[in-house]
């Protein structure tokens, strides 16, 4: 028989190039099974009932003509016209049968697999007599660029199927998933005719996830597009839970770069809640059914870190072979502890992006403070961020697909979760809310191919917000998405980066959210020059290190409770505040890797440090904490010296564990050089020394007797970084927060000015680098153009203001060369 005309493909008989015959699906997994297994890449084996067995099932029942008719006067804009005309045809595919001859080629070919896949051990539901396997039935679209290419969640999966008539019953409702509402709009909207796409089905041996757990993974970052990392969502049990977005999974950052190069190449890790779990019925006619995970499941991942890292290792592999970025689905077989790759395909919302076209959206800024005290607007309800857009619109809380057509375009989607049956609408929405989900459920990957706003795994959305009601969907914010009561002003900033120049001194950038470091790392940029530790241990952490240290000793119940919460699954707490503060420094370092990122050890000021959790317990009441027990002065003290350990354990993780050595340090607030050598000492004493491993200690330049006792601090420091406000707060004796005052205080103050270029005149001669952070050289021109003629190494500045600051001084040292 003509190979075109083969009812029945193995998988060992198809690769890439097969997408007519056997659709993308099978033809991955057969590229794979070829060519990857010997590469180290476990693929289930199994075959492909190709596209023409879907057709000769359409002749066969006169199906053809029947389906044109249908289609006729179709209105994807009217919801109810596309889903009675979706319903009738796929009633007409289940009614159908399947061709006996046809029957009997996939029997036989699913026979010959359970014979040559047979497992050691019986599996959970009882064989009979002819040891039938179980299998995963899956469509498989014949077209690379239909929605299971480039759209979440289209193409149908059954699992646990198995014997002859639930098989047969499988195939067909896979025939019959090329019509669902959403497929048939899509097609209708990109130009394809609806009855010359075909489908095939894949049939593949199933992996025991149901007792261990699956999930989905990318070679990219999905929010940013940021290709040197691959994301990890794991979840118990079968692996549909995590793709329909039904549970919260677990997610792992795996830094590509350095993966096997490093003791630990994961750079961030978050524990999902992953409240239910997928597993196999046993009896009954759903062959599958959900079930609550138990609290010890709740409180550990699903994936060890080795197992983490190795899929990771595979997905680099895939990647290379196929030369893009890819979007795989991976199972753990709970009974003999084996991982999988069951799935893989391009990944083609940001691989499709163009590279050079950088869009920037932010809460309008003079509403920014207020509306983060909850003063001009109200957070109604947070969850994770997708993508980094903000959209505003009415709310439409929709709990069942079969109401969807109450839904108008413009209005913000409020559900539970979403699934294929939904894309009609989503695609017509300013925004998406869920209550599960996590960022690689359908939800949030339909809604970045569709370039909306979506939060999602909200948990309390459907409750929180009311029909009709003006919301503003902020995914701008880092990784917490937030919906504000109301409608808030927010900006849009676009920028060609195609032919943007580098000036000779460097930009650089001040990051505080480890959540935005891989967008933010995609402007152009020369590192980090103050990557701040408060904003991790205030939004990542929570809870003052002191407590966590001396826990048992805490006499308020309440604040127990909550720590407790925070730090589930630590049974020592001090291990929480490492491993989140060592996750977020990761995050940025791996972010700008190779280029530095100079962290500046916590600066909280006394009343500061009083607001985390326990923090009162430690924390003395001082009249003026800005100039008291703040910075250097507290890590060598006794009273924090422990807490300080805490901070030199992670950054040594990082760069010991990790591998990441572009990280240098930065001591704040340091009053004397004596002060400094204490510092260093204690530093020494926690396992960071200065020098060794190439490790570098920034200092910072704030006070007047920074630059006063310049030459002292060159001698035991490798750089500085002007902190401006301090230095001309401290300089001119100005409170930088008081009205008063406010028209003394200014950065382009004569003595401010000749501080700075004596430092940088003292540094460069002991060969130390001088940076300075601070919005002052973007606010004023004429202090940037200072900076430059007094040779400055490096501005960094808050991300917003890098990309219009980088222009105005490439203006400027073209300026200065002509002169």
Partial sequence: MNRNKKHILKFSEVGIKDVPLVGGKNASLGEMYRNLKSKGVPVPNGFAVTAEAYRYFLKANKLDKQIKEAIKGLDTGNVQNLSARGRIIRKMILDAEIPQDLQDEIFSAYQELSKSERPPTPSLSKRGSKGELEVAVRSSATAEDLPGASFAGQQETYL????????????????????????????????????????????????????????????????????????????????????????????????????????TAIISKRLGTKKIKMIYAGSGKAPTRNVNTSEAERSRYALTDKQAETLAKWA??????????????????????????????????QARKDIYSYEEYAIATKKLSSIRRGV????????????????????????????????????????EI??????????????????????????????????????????????????????????????????????????????????????????????????????????????????????????????????????AKLKDKKVKKQIESLTLGYKDKKEFFVDRLAFGVARIAAAFHPNDVILRFSDFKTNEYATLLG????????????????????????????????????????????????????????????????????????????????????????????????????????????????????????????????HIYDERNGTVMGLIEDLIKTAHKYKRKVGICGQGPSDHPDFAQFLVRAGVDSISLNPDSVLQTTIKINEMEKKLKRK
């Fill in 160 to 263: 646990n199927i198995r014997g002859r008539d639930a098989l047969m019953e499988a195939v067909k409702k896979c025939f019959s998933s090329l019509f669902t509402d959403r497929a048939i709009s899509y097609r209708y909207d990109q130009g394809f005719d609806q009855t010359k796409i075909y489908l095939s089905v894949a049939v593949q041996k199933m992996v025991r996830s149901d007792v261990g757990s699956s999930g989905v993974m990318f070679s990219l970052d999905t929010d940013s597009g940021f290709r040197d990392v691959v994301l990890i969502n794991p979840a118990y049990g079968l692996g549909e839970n995590v793709v329909k977005g039904a549970v919260n999974p677990d997610e792992f950052i795996i830094f590509k770069p350095l993966l096997g190069k490093s003791k």
């Fill in 418 to 551: 979403t699934d294929p049956d939904w894309e009609p609408i989503m695609k017509i929405a300013s925004a998406i809310v869920t209550n599960s989900g996590g960022r690689t459920s359908h939800a949030a990957i339909v809604s970045r191919e569709i370039g909306i706003p979506a939060v999602v795994g909200c948990g309390d959305a459907t409750e929180k917000l009311k029909n009709g009601r003006e919301v503003t969907v902020s995914c701008a914010e880092g990784e917490e998405g937030r919906v504000y009561d109301g409608k808030v002003p927010f900006q849009i900033r676009k920028v060609n980066l195609k032919n943007f120049k580098k000036p000779q001194t460097k930009i650089m950038m001040n990051v505080g959210d480890p959540d935005e470091a891989f967008d933010f790392s995609q402007v152009p940029n020369s590192g980090v020059g103050l990557a701040r530790e408060e904003f991790i241990i205030n939004d990542y952490i929570k809870v003052h290190p002191m407590a966590l240290i001396h826990f």
């Fill in 316 to 349: 680099v592999i895939i990647e290379q072979h196929y030369k893009k970025p890819m979007d795989m689905e991976w199972a753990l077989d709970g009974k003999s502890g084996k991982l999988y790759i069951v799935q893989a395909r391009p990944e083609t919302i």
């Fill in 615 to 742: 923090g009162k317990d430690f924390e003395p009441v001082e009249a003026n904490p800005m100039i008291g027990w703040r910075g250097a002065s507290r890590y060598y003290d006794p009273k924090f010296k422990e807490a300080f350990g805490l901070e030199c354990r992670a950054i040594k993780r990082v760069r010991e564990e990790m591998g990441l050595t572009n990280l240098k340090v930065m001591i704040p607030f340091c009053r004397t050089p004596g002060e400094g050598r204490e510092v260093l000492k204690t530093m020494k004493q926690f396992g960071l020394e200065r020098g060794k491993k190439g490790l570098q200690v920034y200092v910072m330049a704030e006070i007047p007797s920074n630059i006063v006792q310049a030459d002292e601090y060159c001698q035991i420091f490798d750089g500085f970084s002007i902190g401006s406000n301090d230095l001309t707060q401290l300089s001119l004796g100005v409170d930088r927060d008081s009205d008063l005052v406010a």
């Fill in 376 to 415: 001009a607007a109200k957070i109604l309800t947070r969850g994770v961020a997708v993508g980094s857009k903000i959209g505003t619109g009415k709310v439409r809380v929709i709990m069942d697909a079969s109401k969807i057509g109450e839904f108008k375009p413009g209005e913000v989607l409020v559900t």
